[in-house]
């Protein structure tokens, strides 16, 4: 293995790292789960990626790799690097989401509980968020490191100009900021478009890459067609089955091709594409099995790229694209979808200018060229409704929850009424009965003295 180290400061990272995103949560197989970690960590990988959410369920992620490190590799923990993430939803209500102050660092505590730690090596601020002042969130990443339970912090799926504000206010406070952590592949050039990668550089921080194989796309799984037993087949949260249509399934075939030329498997390719590229410390990997943890720490050794190369695969990937890709109605069904898929977790509290600025960002970043203004006015319109809607089923619910709990406590009310009446009337026919006495004693007077 090969390490490189966070921008200009003195953390090193392996080249290739193991994210825990997927396969370790409650439906993955446990001792799967330490052979992947005992695989990683013997051929030189070190640093483990986390996040409070990752799982299912939220939070069984770091569960899980708490009781790998108890049964086996923390008495290793000096040789690892660890590292979290706050700031997507990891519970109800307006605390356990987003960026605030009383989220994070909550939410950290909550981290190193399941881990059974005592710190974690980097603490991340999962994405940006629009509607918390961003010194508050710096200002609670720096409390991390002042408490001892995080010894560097990351910032996480931001683009350059909130990077290079955020890495402003962390300067100030004298918080070791050290590395971004987003989306980037062959397939996915976000971090081009939005400045984070040259900002990365102009700042000297480091950067570490994950879905570097685009959820699997950059390798030969998906060659011939989709398998039965393929991450879209078997869970399709992240990876749709829209997304391999024919002109995609023609780029990887290319794409595959060169590869091939190369004499590397197209994975390695993609992989090394990444390494190659100065801002990058370290890519991250999800696997499956061992073995394709095996074979992924080939790419370290990736051969150097011509420029004719380079060339090629952006001829390849950044193609204009025609056919169905062009159709407005479907383009407007396929963008509709998408914002539907990113906010299902979105509660009845959500402003609508987040709703606005999260349709914005994926036509942003999206190819959605031919969708109309007045086509995405209504789909806004209809993720608002979506959100209204939800709200006023979660006010029916609770009512109907108050009255089931009223009638369950129905039985009883007859017995309380009659024992309330009985108690207010007992004083009321003594003083009575009082007075029915006085009068009788003063009429028994008045015949004695005649």
């Known amino acids: 293995m090969e390490y490189s180290h966070c921008g200009n ?11 825990l995103w997927h396969n370790f949560g409650d439906t993955a197989n446990f001792e799967n789960m330490k052979q992947l970690c005992f695989t990683a960590f013997d051929n030189g990988i070190t640093q ?26 923390g008495v290793y923990r000096d040789e690892l690097i660890i590292t979290t993430k706050a700031g997507y939803e990891m519970w109800d209500g ?24 005592e710190y974690v090596d980097i603490f991340y601020h999962h994405r940006m968020d629009p509607d918390t002042p961003l010194e508050e ?13 995080a010894l560097y912090v990351g910032l996480s799926n931001y683009d350059g100009k909130t990077l290079s504000e955020a890495a402003a206010i962390l300067k100030d406070l004298r918080c070791p900021f050290v590395i971004n952590q987003n989306r980037y592949s062959i397939f996915d050039r976000t971090v081009e478009k939005n400045g984070l990668k040259k900002t990365t550089g102009i700042l000297k921080k480091g950067l570490i890459t994950f879905s570097p194989l685009a959820q699997g796309q950059l390798t030969d799984r998906y060659l011939n067609g989709i398998p039965e037993d393929s991450r879209i087949r078997t869970d399709g949260r992240f990876l749709k089955e829209s997304a391999l249509d024919e002109h995609r399934l023609d780029q990887i075939r290319k794409l595959n091709d060169l590869a091939a030329q190369r004499g590397e498997k197209l994975a390695d390719m993609a992989l090394g594409w990444l390494l190659q590229q100065k801002e990058v410390t370290s890519v991250l990997i999800g696997a499956s099995k061992p073995q394709q943890i095996l074979d992924n720490v080939k790419a370290i050794s990736c051969a150097p790229f011509t420029k004719e190369e380079l060339k090629l695969i952006d001829e390849i990937v950044l193609e204009p694209m025609g056919g169905a890709h062009r159709d407005p109605e479907l383009m407007a069904k396929t963008l509709r979808k998408n914002l539907t898929d990113r906010m299902k977790y979105l509660r009845r509290f959500t402003p609508e200018k987040l709703i606005a600025r999260r349709l914005n960002r994926i036509m942003r ?63 009321a026919k003594s003083r009575a009965a009082k007075a029915t006495g006085a009068a009788s004693a003063e009429a028994a007077e008045k015949k004695e003295a005649n």
């Open 9 to 19: 400061s003195g953390l090193m990272l392996p080249k290739v790292s193991l994210g």
């Open 48 to 73: 483990f990626d986390l996040a409070n959410n990752y799982g299912p369920e939220p939070g069984s992620a770091e569960k899980n790799f708490g009781k790998i490190l108890k049964e086996d590799l």
């Open 94 to 117: 307006p605390y356990g989401n987003w960026g605030s102050r009383k989220y994070l660092l909550a939410s950290l505590d909550q981290s190193l509980k399941r881990m059974g730690l």
């Open 137 to 149: 969130t710096m200002g609670a990443l720096a409390s991390a490191v002042q408490s001892g339970k």
């Open 365 to 427: 970043y999206g190819e959605y060229e031919t969708v109309t203004a007045a086509e995405a006015e209504k789909i806004r319109a209809e993720a608002i409704a979506a959100r209204d809607a939800a709200k006023t089923a979660k006010i029916a619910e609770a009512k109907a929850e108050r009255e089931a709990a009223a009638k369950t406590a129905a039985p009883a009310a007859p017995e309380a009424k009659e024992a309330a009446d009985t108690k207010e009337t007992k004083p």
